[in-house]
């Protein structure tokens, strides 16, 4: 037994000595990796990346899942560069309401996602993939196929202003993971997901309205979605239906990267920003070390396995669900 | 025992009716469709016109679209006689939305398509072929494959050559870099016919520049976030050595530009390819040096033009020559200089077209490297 504890001891380390052993690797290969401004780099692109994934954590950790990122992502981002314009264009009047406007929008498509899954009965991974359709038919009918432009230097500083060699948005994304981990540690809500991840029936059966803590977590995921929308804004000054492409993946992959069990119960936002970052030094470091293009979705793939290989603990599943 | 008998005696016959009954029915059906070129023709007088394509997220498709609805108005319809059949990217859904519409119309289709990708332009064409209707392609097309083998129903495709202009865009650069120093190639889909001959222009321009280095070339799909992502890693792996940046499109470009602006680096030359609205001004802001514009919302008005005028019979394809039939689409190079006159021209209103002027802006027929 005291074998297993050792074992369950080091795995939760596994995820972060990967992206340690990662780091180094492509550091040997090309020191220029490892300066403060690539690090910078890649943190640029992984805030809006985190916050979608920490959205994802939530709903991963009850057992569900939660597909809809890219058409949230499109809708918040649309909506909030709508908004922002109509009032004003700039955050430094009334500007700044459309970001809760924003996460208002992310909440609501949350809402409505949740309420699919849990009244309707329909499975979170179907339900929540055709709420991601749905979206991104919503972003293109408000923008017409449009690209809406953000030029406010205040918003744009999130991404031109550094504090210690980091830009702003790095340090909002570090925000808005703090804010995760409260809820998750110290709330009821949060310890209600880890209840009906690792067991619904348990939960069920100690008075627990597992409907409601389920459509609670995918608006809690939406809000994070609209964070992440956001932050993607930021980084570009571009708000589009295109905004949301690629999150799904990012986002998914992170979160099982960072060992958060597809199963629900166990793993976390902390595990989350590990994994957030093991994806982008991947696709920061293939670029830097010379990898050829077309070697690299694949190392991608391959490096992706790897990680969760390490970072699983599959003694419980009899068979990979 | 004798009911057993009768009953199966009576279930044969009834079976062998059953057979001569449709045996009748199936010649009947073969005899009536013996009758139908004379329903075609009637059809042909106001055919539906449909445009197959991507889908709109994409400002280029959004021409393409924009442009047919253009051409549909100009016949005093509404936009909504366009139809849409929008196959997000698969040849699949291409092919089955085509022929759903084909067996709802029958011959009386006029259809403007991109068929996604080469392979798929063969059943698109065989099947508006077989129903009688007509179409015009776009983009995709495998060479062995001529509207003129087809008669008056395969009636043209258009194509753009991205080599040359792509070449031009390049040489903008290299002088803009002082003809000397590091440059970096931002490409599309590595298997997409633009990225190739994108590519391929800027390597023709490099044969006169010695001094310019190509460092690296990295696909970026055509996606601004991934474009963003290459250019912050090129600039960790060459740093100061890159003096220039060619993009084989526009989308790349903002995030190029933004990964620069992260940096704080304001005057890196940049080059791109599209002449997309937004970089059309950024190319008057000299943010962009130069970029090409395909004119996609001709392309997208003269192609179902082109379908429809042959279906109600006010041209024969098959009488026009072989340039009228595979022939290239317009290409503008847009600079600093003239940036500002062609917003004014083309973007803020789009030109009252001719939509009869079928090859007006043509750039010649399709050559192929055999």
Redesign the interface.
Known sequence: MKHGLVMDNIRKWVPFLVLLVLVLFFAAVNPHFLSLRNFARIAVSSSPALMVAVGATFVILMGSIDLSMEGTVAVCAVVFAMLLNRLGGSLAHMGWLAIPGAMIAGGVLGAVNGLIHVRLRIPSFMASLSMGFVGVGLSLLMTGGNRILIGDPLFRSLLTVRIMSFPLMAYAALGGLLVAWFIQGRTTIGRNFYAIGGGEDLARASGLNVGRVRVIGFVLAGVFFALGAVLAVARLGIAETETGTGFMFLSITSVVVGGTALAGGSGGVWNTLVGVLIVNVIGNGMVVVGLPDYLQDGVLGLLVITAVYLSMDRRGLSFAR | MSFIKQYIEQQTINRRNLLLLSAYGLGGMAAAASFRPGFARAAGQDPKIAWSYR?????Y??SIVSGGEGFVESLGLPKSALLNLINGGSSEKSLSDIKALLSRYGSGVALAADPNDMPNCRPVVEAVVGAGAYVSTIWNKTDDLHPWDFGDHYVSHMTWSDVGPSEQTARILFDAMGGKGGVVHLGGI?SNNPAIERLAGLKNALKSYPNVELL????ADW????A???M??????Y?DAIKGVHCASDTMA??VI??L????IENMPVVSYDGNP?AVDLVAQGKILATVFTNPYWGGGITAALAYYAATGFFKPSAEPKEHREFYGPTVLITTKDARDFKAKYIDSNPKYDWKDFWGLSKGQIQYRS
């Open positions: 889908d709109r997220t994409n400002p498709w959004n590595a690296a070339v990295q696909a996606d601004t976030q991934k963003n992502q290459v912050s890693g090129f600039l960790t792996r740093g903002y995030g933004e990964a602006r992260a940096e704080g937004q």
